[in-house]
């Protein structure tokens, strides 16, 4: 018989704003929408069931935050169908794009329309707490079908597999996106090899990392001092190569005191990046790069 699939937790619905003024035209490069179910349900083989997560909910979260702009990024929960991330970039009034979901089925025509509908990135979220794998034919094939459109590969993934998977991560023909500072955990410390290989990867011309989801990688938990470190060492590797992301509605998370404050989250960037150069880097200046998009921000 098969196992229940468990109800997580909802986001909090009232985040703090950030104790500091975020630069004109920060993005967000990590967040998701989730339904309403009723419109776009969740995928039978989902590894949790989340509470809706509305573009309404996501664009008020972002107004009180201080963000401009953002990458809706496709959530395993609604399988390989990205109905829910481009009708989020349609209502966005030009606000966000999205990185979508694709697999052995993905076609050029179809990459093409759906770089037309606002898609700039492809999603391979591998991390086993959250369900998928990592299929290298249907990689290949997707590479295939993206080729020339601009878009990077975006990977999601435990860092206990980081130094299996180096060699081929540096092989990749095209942008890659770290997800999360690659899931390193931080109790190990600042020479564990997980992160020794992120820190190599990093030094790569076409490797991106992202320093999100402080709040899944702590042991020690808000404000994430135990975090900092390794977010401040990715700094002094590739400052011109890490963006950041909320991670919000912060999916599979089961315990209500592991909910963040997405405000708080924003606060940690106080500590990982302190001068306002590197933190405008981050939230502007690395992301309009990334994206093939002009920083006209002052």
């Given amino acids: 018989m098969d196992k229940p699939i468990r109800d997580c937790l909802g986001p909090r619905p009232n985040p703090s704003p950030p104790r500091w003024t975020l630069p004109a035209g920060a993005w967000d490069t990590h967040f998701h929408v989730l339904g309403p179910q009723a419109r776009f349900p969740y995928s039978p083989t989902r590894k949790y069931t989340p509470p809706d997560a509305t573009l309404d909910a996501c664009m008020r979260m972002h107004d009180t935050l201080g963000i401009a702009r953002g990458l809706v990024v496709h959530a395993n929960t609604h399988g390989f169908d990205n109905a829910v991330d481009l009708d989020a970039v349609a209502r966005s009034g030009g606000r966000y794009l999205a990185v979508v979901r694709l697999d052995a089925s993905a076609t050029r025509a179809g990459s093409e329309r759906l770089h037309e509908q606002g898609a700039r990135g492809v999603r391979f979220a591998f991390n086993p707490q959250h369900g998928g794998s990592l299929d290298l034919a249907v990689f290949d094939h997707v590479l295939g079908c993206i080729r020339g459109l601009g878009w990077f590969v975006e990977l999601h993934f435990d860092a206990g597999a980081l130094p299996g998977l180096k060699d081929w991560l540096a092989a990749i023909p095209a942008t890659v996106v770290i997800d999360h500072i690659g899931r390193i955990d931080p109790s190990?410390?600042?020479?564990?090899?997980?992160?020794?290989?992120?820190?190599?990867?990093?030094?790569?011309?076409?490797i991106w990392v992202k320093v999100s989801g402080a709040d899944r990688l702590t042991k020690t938990g808000a404000p994430y001092a135990d975090v900092t470190p390794y977010a401040r060492r990715l700094l002094e590797v590739a400052a011109d190569r890490v963006i950041w992301g909320s991670d919000w509605p912060h999916t599979g998370v089961f315990d209500t005191a592991r909910m963040p404050d997405d405000g708080g989250l924003l606060d940690a960037l106080l500590d990982f990046a302190p001068d306002d150069a590197t933190r405008r880097k981050i939230l502007v200046a690395n992301p309009c790069r990334l994206l093939g998009l002009p920083d006209t921000t002052p």
């Fill in 188 to 206: 190990l410390g600042m020479g564990q090899a997980p992160f020794a290989v992120l820190l190599e990867l990093a030094r790569r011309d076409n």
